[in-house]
């Protein structure tokens, strides 16, 4: 802007210079005089242009968005510290040496992969889910919809395995409206093959009477069904020690 100012100045300086003429007679003050109208429309014509300011809304828009980060951030270290002492809680995590393996489809490999998850990935699990557990407590009915923290019921299988039990996991007790024995949560294990894809596994884990929770155990699909009848049976997936 300063160079713009510098610039008028000087052009009008110079214009005006040239207009130091001699006065010898009514012709020369009639020319004067004409001169002297253009250099007024001139200095009448100047618009110096300021630099362009931040508006209200702008500014209104900026502090609101520094405030919705601040507010997402203290959300999370309060979900993460509710989580630790949750987890802290949590009994019979599994080994961290132990390994969960999930089969491949025969014949559909590269379409259902087989997954394997370590004892310490699916301790993870268990923390997410208690983080998850935490941040949909300030959310709408339609928003926990999309959460994939889902409750878990333990039904038992629509088409239940030769030689296995009629139910996902035979120690876990569900009775709906007991405070000893409600639904368990049910989370996601990480799908490793394509992160968009949901992982066939999931970690259960249940409240105890105590108010507790307590790991019940890693469930999966069986990847080697089509739909149909028991497509969403869920079947337990038993820890390998090392």
């Given at each position: 802007m300063r160079f713009n100012i510098l610039l008028s100045i000087t052009f009008f300086a110079t214009f005006a210079a040239g207009l130091v003429i001699p006065t010898n007679g009514p012709l020369e003050f009639r020319d004067l005089e004409v001169r002297e109208?253009?250099?007024?429309?001139?200095?009448?014509?100047?618009?110096?242009?300021?630099?362009?300011?931040?508006?209200?809304?702008k500014k209104a828009r900026i502090a609101a968005a520094a405030s919705e980060k601040v507010a997402a951030k203290a959300a999370r270290k309060k979900s993460f510290e509710h989580a630790a002492k949750a987890q802290?809680?949590?009994?019979?995590?599994?080994?961290r040496h132990s390994t969960f393996h999930v089969a491949a489809a025969p014949?559909?490999?590269?379409?259902?992969?087989?997954?394997?998850?370590?004892?310490?990935?699916?301790r993870k699990a268990?923390?997410?889910?208690?983080?998850?557990?935490?941040?949909?407590?300030?959310?709408?009915?339609?928003?926990?919809k999309k959460s994939p923290l889902k409750s878990f019921n333990n039904r038992p299988h629509e088409v239940p395995k030769p030689h296995g039990g009629a139910r996902p996991l035979k120690h876990m007790n569900v009775v709906h409206g007991s405070a000893h024995h409600p639904p368990g949560r049910e989370f996601p294990l990480p799908n490793k093959h394509d992160a968009a894809k949901p992982s066939p596994a999931r970690v259960i884990i249940q409240q105890t009477k105590g108010g507790h929770y307590t790991f019940r155990g890693v469930v999966s699909h069986d990847q080697s069904r089509t739909p149909g009848p028991g497509y969403n049976d869920h079947f337990q997936v038993k820890p390998r020690r090392h």
């Open positions: 109208g253009v250099v007024d429309d001139l200095s009448d014509g100047m618009v110096f242009k300021r630099e362009p300011r931040s508006s209200g809304a802290k809680g949590t009994t019979n995590l599994p080994n014949g559909t490999e590269l379409e259902k992969p087989a997954h394997s998850y370590t004892g310490k990935e699916v268990i923390f997410d889910s208690h983080m998850e557990a935490h941040r949909i407590k300030g959310i709408t009915k339609n928003q926990r």
